[in-house]
T-cell receptor
Framework: EDQVTQSPEALRLQEGESSSLNCSYT??????LFWYRQDPGKGPEFLFT???AGEEKEKERLKATLTKKESFLHITAPKPEDSATYLC??????????FGKGTKLSVKP | DADVTQTPRNRITKTGKRIMLECSQT?????MYWYRQDPGLGLRLIYY???????NKGEISDGYSVSRQAQAKFSLSLESAIPNQTALYFC???????????FGSGTRLTVV
């Protein structure tokens, strides 16, 4: 069964304190791993797609990496505006996405 | 205008009532999806459609039905609403298998 597990459930950081979010997955034949950002009361916003182990993508203070079993979202020198819930998802064989439960990130000034 | 528009944004309804949530998209994509989001459970797939003539059940389709009226429109119905269908509902669209989703802003549904 395809499955996505994210950790930690919640993360509190001070502004400037770098850290990483984890997404571990089990899927038969990975076709893509996706990261989304979700602000309260809003729909998830697409960040990255990773397709193969070793691949990395960056956007501002965020960098996503992928191995054969997990993905990391590295946040470098975060700012309060980076506070959000970050969702990880994998592409299932039918073509739909299976989401993890998310990591709620809070960055304090 | 938003790429994916959901109506209504908020709705309170009574147990046993029939309710329809509507979704329209301007992306021109064939694929559309309905998810619900509950605290602690994440996003779970209700139904998805890969084109106007293709409708598929997702992980949690019981108690729900859908209608794909056109490429741009995908509606979700609760035939007889029950309190445990209280949740945040999202519609999404995608260009294809290897592409990310574009989500709407969600409908917050409360069944009392």
């Amino acid at each position: 069964e395809d499955q996505v597990t994210q950790s930690p459930e919640a993360l509190r950081l001070q502004e400037g304190e770098s850290s990483s979010l984890n997404c571990s997955y089990t899927v038969s034949g990975l076709r893509g791993l996706f990261w989304y950002r979700q602000d309260p009361g809003k729909g998830p916003e697409f960040l990255f797609t990773l397709y193969s182990a070793g691949e990395e993508k960056e956007k501002e203070r965020l960098k996503a990496t992928l191995t054969k079993k997990e993905s990391f979202l590295h946040i470098t020198a975060p700012k309060p505006e980076d506070s959000a819930t970050y969702l990880c998802a994998v592409q299932a064989s039918q073509g739909n996405l299976i989401f993890g439960k998310g990591t709620k990130l809070s960055v304090k000034p | 205008d938003a790429d994916v528009t959901q109506t209504p944004r908020n709705r309170i309804t009574k147990t046993g009532k029939r309710i329809m949530l509507e979704c329209s998209q301007t992306k021109g994509h064939d694929r559309m999806y309905w998810y619900r989001q509950d605290p602690g459970l994440g996003l779970r797939l209700i139904y998805y459609s890969f084109d106007v003539k293709d409708i598929n059940k997702g992980e949690i389709s019981d108690g729900y039905s859908v209608s794909r009226q056109a490429q741009a429109k995908f509606s979700l119905s609760l035939e007889s609403a029950i309190p445990n269908q209280t949740a945040l509902y999202f519609c999404a669209t995608s260009e294809g298998v290897d592409y990310g989703y574009t989500f709407g802003s969600g409908t917050r549904l409360t069944v009392v």
